[in-house]
Nanobody
Framework: VQLQASGGGLVQAGGSLRLSCAAS????????VGWFRQAPGKEREFVAA????????VYVDSVKGRFTISRDNAKNTMYLQMNSLNAEDTAVYYC????????????????????WGPGTLVTVSS
């Protein structure tokens, strides 16, 4: 499955953005999917992930209560609603799919994921 993230842009601190991750060429609904981000000069960081049925979600502590991950399997799309953005959220955001279909564990480590799509840049101005 190929993944393509979109929806990034420039936003003021305190603002909101919604990222989308569109899937094609495979069975999106079989896989847990996740969002990661990479800020300049930093390693790629886990942000959030959602199970293949959409029944389970996990978040990095720094975005809990501000970001919401969701998916629409009928549209082969995953979303990341980002509210109360701050400068520390500035990064390139990537979506990826778990290497194993129908897995019960929602992973946080990037090594469990594959099919990384091109990222989308989110810039938060303070």
């Amino acid at each position: 499955v190929q993944l393509q993230a979109s929806g990034g842009g420039l936003v003021q601190a305190g603002g909101s953005l919604r990222l989308s991750c569109a899937a094609s060429g495979g069975t999106f609904s079989f896989y847990n999917v996740g969002w990661f981000r990479q800020a300049p000069g930093k390693e790629r960081e886990f942000v959030a992930a959602i199970s293949w049925r959409g029944s389970a979600t996990v978040y990095v502590d720094s975005v809990k209560g501000r970001f919401t991950i969701s998916r629409d399997n009928a549209k082969n799309t995953m979303y990341l609603q980002m509210n109360s953005l701050n400068a520390e959220d500035t990064a390139v955001y990537y979506c990826a799919a778990d290497k194993v279909p129908w897995t019960g564990e929602v992973h946080r480590d990037p090594f469990s994921y594959t099919n990384w799509g091109p990222g989308t840049l989110v810039t938060v101005s303070s």
